[in-house]
Each structure stands twice: as structure tokens, then as C-alpha cells.
């Protein structure tokens, strides 16, 4: 499966972006699909996951009530909306796939899976 990802950019402090995800080569109907992030010097870390065992959301503690993931089977394509974003959430984002059903709590991914390129959002104070 490839993954790409769009929509990022500069915003300030308290500001919005949604960021598009779209998928080709495998459908995602039956998969689960999130986000991930990776800031300036940090390590990647998993935001939120869309399930398709149970059709939940899930999300980490730092985004949540912030960010909602959806999803749009038909046009295999996935977003995340943030809003009232902080300095904090500047990175580069990604959307991800292990191609399973469930998801690892709140992580789309465990130690092997499918990302795009990313999408740089800058947060400026």
C-alpha cells in the first residue's frame, strides 16, 4: 500500500489544519488506518487510530478532544483534524497502516507497517 500525505503547513497557536491521507494500491475498507507524528528531535509517536474491528477512534492522551480522525472508504482516503493547535504539535505528521483490522490502542502501527512521506505542520507561538 502507498500513503500519501497532505495538508500540512504554518498556522499559529489556537489555529486549525486538516490534513488529508490518501491511499493507493490497497483498499482500506478493512484496515486500520491513523496518524503518527515525529517532532524536531524526537522519536515517532502514534497520535490516533481509526479501528475497523470495532469502528472506534482512539487516541493519545496529548491530542486528545484536539484531534479527530476520520475516514472515507469509498475514495480511500483518511484526514486528521486539529484544532487549537500548540507550539507543541509542530512535526512532521504521517498517516499509517498495519494493515490489520484492530488497532494497537492508540497506535496504527507496532513495530512494522506502511507510511507516506509526511506532511510538515509548523505551529508558530
Given at each position: 500500500?502507498?500513503?500519501?500525505?497532505?495538508?500540512?503547513?504554518?498556522?499559529?497557536?489556537?489555529?486549525?489544519?486538516?490534513?488529508?491521507?490518501?491511499?493507493?494500491?490497497?483498499?482500506?475498507?478493512?484496515?486500520?488506518?491513523?496518524?503518527?507524528?515525529?517532532?524536531?528531535?524526537?522519536?515517532?509517536?502514534?497520535?490516533?487510530?481509526?479501528?475497523?474491528?470495532?469502528?472506534?477512534?482512539?487516541?493519545?492522551?496529548?491530542?486528545?478532544?484536539?484531534?479527530?480522525?476520520?475516514?472515507?472508504?469509498?475514495?480511500?482516503?483518511?484526514?486528521l483534524q486539529m484544532i487549537n493547535l500548540k507550539p507543541e504539535d509542530t512535526a512532521?505528521?504521517?498517516?499509517?497502516?498495519?494493515?490489520?483490522?484492530?488497532?494497537?490502542?492508540?497506535?496504527?502501527?507496532?513495530?512494522?507497517?506502511?507510511?507516506?512521506?509526511?506532511?510538515?505542520?509548523?505551529?508558530?507561538?
Amino acid at each position: 500500500v502507498h500513503l500519501a500525505e497532505s495538508g500540512g503547513g504554518l498556522v499559529q497557536a489556537g489555529g486549525s489544519l486538516r490534513l488529508s491521507c490518501e491511499a493507493s494500491g490497497s483498499t482500506l475498507h478493512y484496515h486500520a488506518i491513523g496518524w503518527i507524528r515525529q517532532g524536531p528531535g524526537k522519536e515517532r509517536v502514534g497520535l490516533g487510530c481509526f479501528s475497523r474491528s470495532d469502528n472506534r477512534t482512539y487516541y493519545a492522551d496529548s491530542v486528545k478532544g484536539r484531534f479527530t480522525i476520520s475516514r472515507d472508504d469509498p475514495n480511500n482516503l483518511a484526514y486528521l483534524q486539529m484544532i487549537n493547535l500548540k507550539p507543541e504539535d509542530t512535526a512532521v505528521y504521517f498517516c499509517a497502516t498495519d494493515l490489520r483490522a484492530a488497532c494497537s490502542g492508540y497506535n496504527p502501527i507496532t513495530t512494522e507497517g506502511y507510511w507516506g512521506k509526511g506532511t510538515q505542520v509548523i505551529v508558530s507561538s
